[in-house]
């Protein structure tokens, strides 16, 4: 278990699903959270002192773009006024778009790649130089099955995932010698908004139930028949920050009832 009292955690996208998951438990492991991403503003406040009540620990907010340089840079500065300088950086904020490539709206490319791939890299940029100077850090970056593996009609989300494990490893070479480690985590299928958008329209293109295309999801993809947890991503986001995880860099981690094994 890791010790993260006294430490900073920011986790991107912590507004929903996976990223609120990892803020609950980097929370319980005793860091205080910098949290981002949208919604409406009466849900998130509720959000953050639920966080922060649970937990006993300081929480703020920043609804920045992840996809824009200026308000990333400002996000790590506004984190680091309100409660010090970011130590755990989790790049989670993410969107899914999915269609053909002949029918691939090149806009909709450009805001996946900008969102999941470039606003892990700003992000990244921003808090290193932070972290290298106090001489510990951990990044951990949510990339996905899709970061190993693809899948038809995802290619925008499937390139950014590919290029964020790619990332992952450049970081981790140019920082192992500054007690800053950075990995990622290749999240299977997990029940959030992002997916429930998926269950949905498979439902209704296949004229199934709902719990029939979220059988079918997860058994086409994956061994085990069950989704993983935003606790259990959580969860291994704490593995991460431990001090049994210190040489652990430059690798990533499925948690996807076996998808990538097969
Ligand atoms: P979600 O839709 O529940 O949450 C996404 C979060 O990102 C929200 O907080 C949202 O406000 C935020 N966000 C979106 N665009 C943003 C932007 N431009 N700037 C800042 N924040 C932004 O999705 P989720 O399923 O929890 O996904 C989280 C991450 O996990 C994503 O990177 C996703 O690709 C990855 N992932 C999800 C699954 C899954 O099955 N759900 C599987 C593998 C990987």
């Known amino acids: 278990m890791a010790e993260l009292r006294g430490k900073v955690a920011l986790v991107t996208g912590s507004t929903s699903g996976i990223g609120l998951g990892i803020a609950h438990a980097l929370a319980g492991a005793g860091a205080d959270i910098v949290m981002n991403g949208f919604g409406d503003p009466g849900d998130i406040a509720r959000l953050r002192e639920d966080i922060a009540s649970r937990h006993g620990v300081r929480v703020a907010y920043v609804p920045a773009d992840i996809s824009d340089a200026y308000a990333v840079a400002q996000m790590v500065a506004q984190g680091t006024a309100e409660l010090g300088a970011v130590d755990v950086l989790v790049n989670n904020a993410g969107i899914q778009f999915v269609a053909p490539i002949e029918s691939f709206p090149p806009a909709e490319w450009g805001r996946v790649i900008a969102v999941n791939l470039t606003g892990a890299f700003l992000a990244m940029q921003a808090a290193i130089?932070?972290?290298?100077?106090?001489?510990?850090?951990?990044?951990?970056?949510?990339?996905?099955?899709?970061?190993?593996?693809?899948?038809?009609?995802?290619?925008?989300?499937?390139?950014?995932?590919?290029?964020?494990?790619?990332?992952?490893?450049?970081?981790?070479?140019?920082?192992?010698?500054?007690?800053?480690?950075?990995?990622?985590?290749?999240?299977?299928?997990?029940?959030?908004?992002?997916?429930?958008?998926?269950?949905?329209?498979?439902?209704?293109?296949?004229?199934?139930?709902v719990e029939e295309a979220k059988r079918q999801m997860v058994t086409e993809k994956q061994?085990?028949?069950?989704?993983?947890?935003?606790?259990?991503?959580?969860?291994?986001?704490?593995?991460?920050?431990?001090?049994?995880?210190?040489?652990?860099?430059?690798?990533?981690i499925s948690v996807d009832g076996g998808w990538v094994a097969q």
Request: proline fraction near 4%; charge should be positive; aromatic fraction near 4%.
């Open 129 to 209: 130089p932070g972290m290298k100077a106090r001489g510990w850090g951990r990044i951990i970056n949510i990339a996905s099955a899709h970061g190993l593996v693809a899948s038809a009609e995802k290619s925008a989300y499937v390139a950014a995932k590919h290029g964020l494990v790619g990332l992952t490893k450049v970081a981790a070479l140019e920082l192992a010698n500054d007690g800053v480690t950075c990995n990622a985590i290749c999240p299977g299928w997990v029940l959030t908004p992002l997916v429930e958008v998926q269950v949905k329209a498979r439902a209704e293109a296949a004229g199934i139930t």
């Open 223 to 252: 061994a085990m028949n069950r989704f993983t947890t935003p606790e259990q991503i959580g969860a291994t986001a704490v593995f991460l920050c431990s001090e049994g995880a210190a040489t652990i860099t430059g690798t990533s």
